[in-house]
C-alpha cells in the first residue's frame, strides 16, 4: 500500500518500486521527522493565537535538496505526523536564464499550494558585487530578506529551509578556517527581529541521498549556477577536503557530524562557555569525566 494511489502524496506518484529506493525514501522520512522532534520544531509553545495551527514557509529553489524537503514534508503531513500547514515559495531573482515555469508547473501538477514570487535581486547584486568577486553572500541575504517578508504576509510561523547534513558540516568547517569561530547553521533558530522561526527539517539527511532521491523521482532540477559565480568557492574547496577524507574512510562525515552534537565546553578554550576561573581541585569527580576522554599519563 505504500505507493497505492490512493493512500500517498502525488509527490510520490511514480516513485520507484525497488527495495533499494523504498528504504533510501524511509531513510530520509525518519531523519527528517526525527530533526523535527528532536529540536521541537512543532512545539506549540509561543504559537500566535491558540488552536490555530503553525505554518510553514517552505522555501524551493528547485534543486534537489529542496525537492527532497518538500516531498519529505508532505509524506509526514500525509501520514499525520507533522500538524502543520504547508506553502511552498519560490523566490524567482531574476537570473538570466531561470526556467521561471518550471517550478509553478510542478506545483500546480503535485497539488502543492504555492507562491511564487519575482523580485529582481539580481541586478542589485551585479551593481554592487566588484567584479570577479562571488555574489552568494548578498544574494543569499537579500534572498533571505525577501522570503521573511512573505513569510509576514502569509502568516507563516517559520521559514523552512532545505539544508542538509553536508551544508552544516562544510558550514562548521569554513567557519573553523576562515571565520575564527566554532559555528554552523542551526536546525532551529529565530531570526533577528525575532517573529520568525528558521528551520532545517534535513539536518540529518546526507547530501548524497538527497541527490539520489531526486534523481530516481525525475524531478525536474533547475542548476544553482545560473549568475555563473559558483567557481572557486572557499565552500567548493571545503567540500573537496571532505570529499577526499570521506573516500579515505567511508563514515567519516557522519562521525564529524556527530560531533557537533556532542560539544565538550570544558574541554574547549572558550571561558564564555566554562568557568576555568572557578575550577577548583576536588570540584570535579572522576565520574563526571567522559570516559572515553583518555586519562593523561
Same mark, same amino acid.
Given at each position: 500500500m505504500l505507493d497505492d494511489l490512493d493512500d500517498i502524496h502525488p509527490l510520490f506518484h511514480g516513485a520507484p518500486s525497488s527495495a533499494s529506493f523504498k528504504k533510501l525514501r524511509k531513510r530520509i522520512v525518519r531523519q527528517t521527522r526525527e530533526a523535527i522532534e528532536?529540536?521541537?520544531m512543532v512545539d506549540r509553545a509561543g504559537a500566535p493565537?491558540?488552536?490555530?495551527?503553525?505554518?510553514?514557509?517552505?522555501?524551493?529553489?528547485?534543486?534537489?535538496?529542496?525537492?527532497?524537503?518538500?516531498a519529505a514534508l508532505y509524506e509526514l503531513?500525509?501520514? +499525520?505526523?507533522?500538524?502543520?500547514?504547508?506553502?511552498?515559495?519560490?523566490?524567482?531573482?531574476?537570473?538570466p536564464g531561470f526556467?521561471?515555469?518550471?517550478?509553478?508547473?510542478?506545483?500546480?501538477?503535485?497539488?502543492?499550494?504555492?507562491?511564487?514570487?519575482?523580485?529582481?535581486?539580481?541586478?542589485?547584486?551585479?551593481?554592487?558585487?566588484?567584479?570577479?568577486r562571488t555574489y552568494c553572500a548578498l544574494?543569499?541575504?537579500?534572498?533571505?530578506?525577501?522570503?521573511?517578508?512573505?513569510a509576514r504576509e502569509e502568516g507563516c510561523t517559520a521559514v523552512v529551509l532545505g539544508h542538509h547534513r553536508d551544508d552544516i558540516l562544510e558550514t562548521f568547517f569554513m567557519n573553523l578556517f576562515h571565520g575564527g569561530r566554532l559555528a554552523t547553521m542551526p536546525p532551529k533558530l529565530v531570526n533577528e527581529e525575532g517573529d520568525l522561526f528558521v528551520f532545517r527539517p534535513l539536518a540529518h539527511v546526507a547530501e548524497a541521498?538527497?541527490?539520489?532521491?531526486?534523481?530516481?523521482?525525475?524531478?525536474?532540477?533547475?542548476?544553482?549556477?545560473?549568475?555563473?559565480?559558483?567557481?572557486?568557492?572557499?565552500?567548493?574547496?571545503?567540500?573537496?577536503?571532505?570529499?577526499?577524507?570521506e573516500k579515505n574512510s567511508p563514515g567519516r562525515r557522519q562521525v564529524m557530524f556527530r560531533s557537533?552534537?556532542?560539544?565538550?565546553?570544558?574541554?574547549?578554550?572558550?571561558?564564555?562557555?566554562?568557568?576555568?576561573? +572557578?575550577?577548583?581541585?576536588?570540584?570535579?569527580?572522576?565520574?563526571?569525566?567522559?570516559p572515553e576522554i583518555p586519562k593523561l599519563r
Open positions: 528532536q529540536y521541537g493565537t491558540e488552536g490555530k495551527r503553525d505554518k510553514w514557509l517552505v522555501c524551493l529553489s528547485g534543486g534537489k535538496d529542496s525537492y527532497t524537503l518538500l503531513k500525509w501520514r +499525520g505526523l507533522l500538524p502543520v500547514d504547508l506553502l511552498a515559495c519560490n523566490l524567482d531573482q531574476g537570473q526556467p521561471s515555469t518550471v517550478l509553478p508547473e510542478f506545483l500546480e501538477r503535485m497539488g502543492v499550494e504555492h507562491r511564487i514570487e519575482y523580485q529582481d535581486t539580481y541586478s542589485i547584486v551585479k551593481d554592487k558585487v566588484p567584479a570577479g544574494c543569499s541575504r537579500l534572498r533571505r530578506g525577501n522570503l521573511y517578508r512573505i541521498d538527497c541527490e539520489k532521491f531526486a534523481r530516481d523521482m525525475n524531478y525536474p532540477i533547475i542548476p544553482c549556477d545560473l549568475c555563473g559565480s559558483q567557481d572557486g568557492l572557499q565552500r567548493q574547496q571545503v567540500k573537496q577536503i571532505l570529499d577526499k577524507w557537533l552534537m556532542n560539544v565538550r565546553p570544558s574541554h574547549m578554550l572558550d571561558p564564555k562557555l566554562f568557568d576555568f576561573n +572557578g575550577l577548583a581541585l576536588g570540584s570535579v569527580k572522576f565520574e563526571q569525566i567522559d
